[in-house]
């Protein structure tokens, strides 16, 4: 089965440390994108992904870095410069065709805690 | 920068027929698309629409576009409990692969 997914699905993190939230999609996407959601907030973008070894950052990047190595996989960690990073973390991958990169797929989800 | 909007919340009857609504201000978008988010769970395509169409219909779903006012509907009919979820609007333009999101309406379904 072709699909998105992330890991894990909750974290809890003590503040001051770094984590890393998995994504890996087998859809041969070209595209990924990292989402944070806050209640009442709808998606903001953390990071995005054309192509290996490329990304640019989105609308709320401080505090968080990614790695775009293989096709298949773009890490998002969160530092411990992220002021607050309690929130519900999306990734999507889209598929670039005839000069338009259609809908955005998205995962499940890791629920982020810092304690 | 380009705008989505969308009411925050919508509450329904079960049995009744559910209207979405969504404004964009970006002129040039070229796809719209409806997603659907159940509690705890990713965003999942409903449907979309080309900015050349004006209605697309797909079994309980109608999607109407009015590109003059840039308005955007979504409507479930015969809504169900399973469709109490959080319901988001999204655009891209062109060769764009950022597509703009709405915050979302959370619609509620009671019996």
């Known amino acids: 089965d072709g699909g998105i997914t992330q890991s894990p699905k909750y974290l809890f993190r003590k503040e001051g440390q770094n984590v890393t939230l998995s994504c890996e999609q087998n859809?041969?996407?070209?595209?990924m994108y990292w989402y944070r959601q806050d209640p009442g907030q709808g998606l903001r973008l953390i990071y995005y992904s054309q192509i290996v070894n490329d990304f640019q950052k989105g609308d709320i990047a401080e505090g968080y870095s990614v790695s775009r190595e293989k096709k298949e996989s773009f890490p998002l960690t969160v530092t411990s410069a992220q002021k607050n990073p309690t929130a519900f973390y999306l990734c999507?991958?889209?598929?670039?065709?005839?000069?338009?990169?259609?809908?955005?797929?998205f995962g499940p989800g890791t629920r982020l805690t810092v304690l | 920068g380009e705008d989505v909007e969308q009411s925050l919340f919508l509450s329904v009857r079960e049995g009744d027929s559910s209207v979405i609504n969504c404004t964009y201000t970006?002129?040039?978008?070229?796809?719209l698309y409806w997603y659907k988010q159940e509690p705890g769970a990713g965003l999942q395509l409903l449907t979309y629409?080309?900015?050349?169409?004006d209605m697309k219909q797909d079994q309980r779903l109608t999607v109407l576009l009015n590109k003059k006012d840039k308005h955007l509907s979504l409507r479930i009919a015969d809504t169900q409990t399973g469709d109490s979820a959080i319901y988001f609007c999204a655009e891209t333009s062109g060769g764009s692969y950022i597509p703009t999101f709405g915050r979302g309406t959370s619609l509620i379904v009671h019996p």
């Open positions: 859809l041969n996407h070209d595209a």
């Open positions: 970006d002129s040039s978008s070229t796809y």
């Open positions: 999507a991958s889209a598929f670039y065709e005839r000069g338009v990169y259609n809908e955005q797929f």
């Open positions: 629409i080309f900015s050349n169409m």
